[in-house]
């Protein structure tokens, strides 16, 4: 272990043990602060993001360039967040549990912060404040390991908003940002128990499966997004084919991005000739499936084998099934258990797919575009978790607590 990971290691327990004495209202104010901060420093933050597009440009599709982009909006929306945050109850200090004991002590379990957490990230600079921020309101210190494609971004971000953070008194080290960008960092920082309580990688399904390989850390996985969509026979064609494109083109580089179509057999004619058009429209290359091409004018073929593929690209899967059990099947087989969908007027379809489909978030008649912690209610999201561990889908404040069982007495002991 190098000393530059144990250094930081060191200086996170330190604001852990900081972050217990800083008051809500302390944290609530750097918010705040943080927010404005981005909003004085637009020009200056852009400018950073600038420098790492100009390096990443011959090296990352034009699509994937777009995730690691900063534009006016983009960076308000980051500040705008902060705000959001600042304004949510704390979820810490809530009582989840109480027993009164008949030997005569009470049991109390109530929610405190995780700890230390490392986030591991790809080319996604808005995930460096929302990280921050959800960390921060809950009480936990955190440790950023961003892309080395949004290095210069990062720095930037971190940069203002430590001396915010300094501003508002809080603990030097409540975030700090790994700047190397070596595999064997990662590989280093998820083996650091005595340092970090729990790791969350957030990215491609490589990052993910190389923490998940190399961690001896505990770990909330957050999931790739293959995410498919159930047409029924009973769908509305003109609303339907709206949500669809929505949830394609909206930003295809996203995880809650729609990646395949599955259409029942009885769905008409005039569904995929009006779905063509529209994807065509918006620059989506079609790939259909043999039991379907003949109902497309111009698409390209597709495999089975591509079931289970992210394309992260203005591409789309489509494959007819003959019912929803065929639906739910390769669903429940093929995606990534991240969003999935149904498109229909019946109930008993609706109420089946939404009880079987094994998936952290299941859409009925709405976008997967809308899977995400800010549409929840929860003012940012740190990732969305796959896993059925405490915490699935969207994770927000609560997911980035765990609980402490209090007994108290009159100098009881065990019979």
Do not use: W
Request: some cysteine.
């Amino acid at each position: 272990m190098n000393d530059y990971l144990i250094t930081i290691g060191k200086n996170a327990k330190q604001a852990e043990k900081e972050l217990k004495k800083t008051s809500m209202q302390t944290i609530n104010n750097a918010l705040q602060i943080m927010a404005q901060a981005i909003d004085d420093n637009v020009a200056e933050i852009i400018a950073a993001n600038l420098k790492d597009i100009e390096s990443a440009k011959n090296k990352i599709s034009q699509v994937m360039l777009d995730r690691l982009t900063l534009n006016e909006k983009r960076v308000q929306n980051l500040a705008y967040n902060l705000r959001l945050v600042a304004s949510l109850e704390s979820p810490l200090d809530k009582v989840t549990y109480s027993y009164q004991n008949l030997n005569g002590f009470k049991i109390t379990t109530v929610t405190v912060p995780l700890g230390v957490i490392a986030m591991i990230y790809e080319a996604r600079p808005n995930v460096t404040t929302e990280a921050m921020s959800l960390a921060l309101k809950t009480g936990n210190a955190i440790i950023l390991r961003g892309s080395s494609s949004t290095l210069n971004t990062n720095k930037k971000l971190l940069e203002i908003i430590r001396e915010c953070g300094k501003k508002a008194d809080l603990p030097e080290n409540f975030v700090q940002l790994i700047e190397t960008t070596s595999y064997e960092d990662i590989s280093n920082l998820v083996k650091m128990n005595d340092y970090i309580d729990v790791v969350i990688p957030r990215g491609g399904e490589k990052l993910i499966q190389n923490v998940v390989n190399n961690a001896t850390v505990p770990i909330i996985e957050t999931g790739t997004g293959n995410n498919f969509a159930y047409i029924d026979a009973s769908a509305d064609i003109d609303q339907a084919i709206k949500v669809l494109v929505n949830a394609k083109v909206q930003r295809p580089t996203v995880c809650n991005a729609l990646e395949k179509i599955l259409v029942h057999k009885d769905v008409s004619a005039k569904f995929y000739q009006q779905l063509e058009q529209a994807l065509k429209e918006a620059n989506v290359i079609i790939k259909a499936h043999s039991n379907v091409i003949d109902k497309f004018m111009d698409v390209e073929i597709f495999d089975d084998e591509e079931l289970a593929l992210e394309y992260l690209d203005y591409i789309i899967g489509i494959k007819q099934v003959n019912n929803l059990d065929e639906a739910i099947s390769i669903i429940n087989n093929y995606s990534s258990k991240h969003s999935n969908l149904i498109l229909s007027t019946q109930l008993f379809e609706v109420e089946r797919f939404t009880s079987e489909i094994d998936s952290a978030c299941v859409f009925v008649n709405v976008s997967t575009r809308f899977a995400d912690g800010v549409e929840f209610g929860l003012g940012s999201e740190i990732g969305i978790s796959t896993q059925k561990t405490h915490a699935r889908g969207p994770m927000g404040l609560s997911a980035l607590t765990s609980t402490k069982s209090i007994i108290s007495g009159q100098y009881n002991d065990r019979k």
